[in-house]
């Protein structure tokens, strides 16, 4: 043993010999303490950690709760658990050891139990899971901490050991830097640690398969860890323990440590599960059909069923669709595949083979080498089917698809309608990308750049895209930019005769070097700008704009001067794309703000305003909860672009009535003391939501108001962390569970009398809506996923669907092709410039398309029509309901992953265009 791991062990036993494991509960709050730690679970918000003390520093570690409905805590079940409520059992409560089970079930097939385990002798807890993949696809056991040692926001202080390499062989060893994934080695351990403070947090989670650190906030970094994929009909069980540490010298020793712990914790396994079913048995595969050792299926998850016949496709003239045929194997297959279609067809029926790589899933062609398909797997054969060049009417297209010399016939029932495709754009869509010159490879005009960009807008335009992303590293553009009178360059004017640029006078500007990128823009309808601004006191625009433009020196950061060239700036781009023809003119500023942001959001609108764009932010969180938020906001936000799992939220509040009610409630709660960042003389209490002190649920309160001996204390924006103020009082940022405050005389709570005053909302259907947005205002929504070309046609397809059943006029899509190559849906060759597609670009794709189709069918046979193909009611074809994903609620088609059942609204209204009869 090393004297660094003497040490540890000493920290677990020298000062608490006497001191018992206690158990408390307070409803679904489980408390677990020894004289090291206190730990408190919430069982109803995904049995997470939603708070850690260590008692020697007394500092709390957990730097995110707002509550069961947030992201946030510890040992966070990502994904389908976050926010579920776990059934708890005590299975040991001793003065020695306290173990607790929790367990929760996914109605699509998944199945966890979290034991916490906090014995006498320990500064951590063991946590033992076991997890049920019951469903027909891999899954993946991901545990999410947010942590910050020290309880304060991260510096340079807080360093990372992580026994694993990154994609550049690097591994962080008492070093700021540690960030994205780590394959995780022996002895399978990471560390986060303040060397201010000599707190830290450490991990041991043996066979796991990589660490993982989200560094993008510095008071809200994640510390993640997860697993190889489970496969389906399998159970993972696994053990981490999880540690915290306040010892700042002599800097410890993790690895010897970690080694230390690993001996008592045993390897993860993978059991079957008991009384999963296949799909083969699921479905009633034959046994011709096992000997053969395939069948065929189309849809995905819980759309997916077997294709007994052939494919029906209804499409209108001169138009296509995407459908896939899924091979699923029985046994390993081996050999050429083969997918055939008639002479006569071959020009219509394009096959591809969908193909995995590290970060893409694309459609190739039909591969001249042999393949294996392993049993198991399921493999989906797309074919791309073009009405051109053929009559309407009902066609039967005989497919064969042979691998080796297994052959399968499926075939195509396409009807061809006499309808002709509706092109008139009903939203807008703008792809991310982190710029347009991503698109144009650079800040360059050059010939191999045009035709990449002309390559990315026709498959963009495809898609239903007119937006162009004008955000770019204005530095890199401005050498490009002459002045109009005379043609100079403007930064090589500012470089060496800068007086010439009166300050008082700012020179109109040419930016016709780029006008190759934008009469390709033209040419596909890509018409409508949105650019981006920072904060106007944002350093960066010193070197950005500042500089560059108007000479070193000249100008700084932060005055009405520097405000008003960044306003000349955006106001001649401005005047630049409208002289050439296009329209929009938004400006988006910052990105996903919380409420504590709308200040400076606002201020950063009006200077959007002065150079004639109109101010726009994408809205999560708080914010589009509350009302009071979307009424601040309301007049400095022209374009509302909702997240998707908060669309609804935001919609109910505008648009469906509520009344309100005072209550005044005396709040003779107890205060407990609060210490995170720092902050002094302040308490906290837990006020909302069940176990709370009122029991109200705080998604009703509007307003409130809190009196201290009869005289009201303000609300500061923001977080209690790290709070100095004395006679104020917090939310954190948005209402939630907890209200905070910091009594005028800094005394205890106890000594002071705290009324709550509030208005609660109940929905009431004669009611008017709380807030409005301005009539000229648009909304929008926004969303998809990291990795988006991981995103099945089904779940793509829903949101042009969803954006048309809204009136939104347009969405968001994250991303299309972006300078991050693992965000992409679209790829190109660079050479031959031949591009290929994901399944989520063709469900993109394709449900524009549809929903074109559906809006016609609104416009020519009424809201009742096309209610019968897309609605809420049971009998609709195409069903819209409640989804739930981590905290979010949000309504979506509920039966899109079956292209059987988007074909059958397509028919419908193919059929209702056409004038047929049923």
Known sequence: MTRYAAIWLCLFCATHAVADVTLTQ?????????????????????????????????????????????????????????????????????????????????????????????????????????????????????????????NHPQTEAHVYWVSGKNERGQSPQGTPDAHNRYDAVEPFHAVQWDSETGDGIMVVAPGVEKFYFWRGSKEFPTFEWYYAEIPAGKLLTAQVTLTTISQKTPTPDWSALAQEQMKKIPKPRLLALKGWVDEATKFGISDTQR????????????????????????????????????????????????????????????????????????????????????????????????????????????????????????????????????????????????????????????????????????????MGGDVIDWNAAWHAILPHVTLAETGEKLTEVAKANPERIALDKLPNLDFSYFDPWFEVAKRYGVTRVETYMAYPTDPSWQGRLLGPALGKGRMKVGTPEAEADIVWYYQQMRKYFEAKGFSGFFCKISDEISPEHIPQHIETAKVVRKAGWRPFTTITGMIARTAENIKEMNPYCDEWQLSFGLKDDFLKLTTEGFTLKEETIDLKGKWG??????????????????????????????????????????????????????????????????????????????????????????????????????????????????????????????????????????????????????????????????????????????????????????????????????????????????????????????????????????????????????
């Open 26 to 150: 307070k409803r679904d709050v489980y408390i677990l303490e020894n004289e090291k730690i206190k730990v408190e679970i919430d069982a109803s918000a995904g049995a997470r950690i939603t708070s850690w003390t260590i008692k020697e520093s007394g500092r709390n570690i957990v730097a995110l709760w707002k509550g069961a409905k947030e992201i946030g805590g510890l040992l966070d079940d990502r994904a389908f658990f976050t926010a579920a409520s776990y059934e708890v059992a005590t299975l040991k409560d001793s003065p020695e050891q306290v173990t607790l089970r929790f367990t929760a079930r996914h109605p699509g097939g998944l199945g966890i139990e979290k034991q916490v385990t906090l014995s006498k002798e320990s500064q951590g807890v063991d946590v033992y899971y076991q997890y049920e993949n019951g469903t027909q696809a891999p899954q993946r056991l991901w545990v999410r901490n947010f942590p910050v040692p020290g």
């Open 291 to 462: 000997a053969k050792g395939l069948w065929l299926s189309t849809g995905t998850q819980e759309g997916k069923q077997p294709l007994t016949g052939a494919l029906p496709l209804d499409i209108p003239r001169n138009d296509d669709r995407y459908v896939f045929v899924t091979v699923n194997a029985l046994k390993d297959i081996s050999g050429n595949l083969k997918v055939d279609v008639p002479d006569a067809w071959r020009q219509n029926v394009t096959p591809f083979l969908e193909t995995p790589a590290s970060i893409r899933i694309e459609l190739l062609p039909i591969p001249e080498k042999p393949v294996t398909f392993k049993a198991g797997e399921s493999n989906h054969i797309w074919l791309k089917v073009s009405t051109a060049g053929k009559p309407a009417g009902a066609h039967k297209i005989p497919v064969t698809i042979a691998v080796g010399d297994i052959t399968e016939s499926v075939g195509v029932e396409l009807h061809i309608w006499p309808v002709d495709a509706p092109r008139e754009r009903i939203f807008h869509l703008r792809g991310y990308c982190g710029g347009f010159p991503v698109w144009t490879g650079g800040h360059e005009v050059t010939e191999k750049g045009l035709r990449q960009l002309e390559t990315i807008l026709k498959a963009f335009t495809e």
């Open 673 to 918: 003391p609060y210490g995170n960042g720092g902050a002094e003389k302040t308490w906290a209490m837990k006020v909302f939501g069940e176990g709370s002190f009122t029991g109200i649920d705080a998604g009703k309160v509007e307003s409130l108001e809190l009196l201290e001996d009869g005289r009201a204390l303000p609300f500061a924006g923001g977080s209690p962390w790290g709070n100095k103020e004395r006679g104020i009082a917090f939310t954190a940022g948005a209402l939630q569970t907890h209200l905070y405050v910091s009594p005028r005389d800094g005394e205890d709570p106890a000594k002071h009398r705290y009324e709550l005053r509030l208005k609660l909302r109940t929905a009431s259907a004669g009611a008017k809506p709380l807030v409005s947005i301005d009539p000229t205002d648009e909304v929008w929504c926004y969303g998809g996923s990291s990795r988006p070309y991981r995103m099945s046609y089904g779940a793509s397809w829903v949101y042009p669907i969803m954006t048309l059943y809204h009136g939104f006029k347009g969405y968001g899509q994250w991303a299309f092709y972006h300078w991050n190559q693992t965000e992409r849906i679209m790829w190109f060759d660079p050479e031959t410039f031949d591009v290929t597609v994901s399944p989520a670009y063709c469900g993109f794709r394709d449900g524009f398309r549809d929903a074109l189709l559906f809006k016609e069918v609104e416009k020519k046979r009424g809201k009742d029509a096309l209610s019968k193909l897309l609605s809420e009611s049971d009998t609709a074809i195409l069903r819209v309901g409640s989804r739930t994903h981590e905290v979010y609620n949000f309504r979506t088609v509920t039966n899109a992953e079956s292209p059987l059942n988007l074909n059958t609204a397509r028919r419908e209204a193919l059929r209702l265009l056409s004038g047929d009869k049923p």
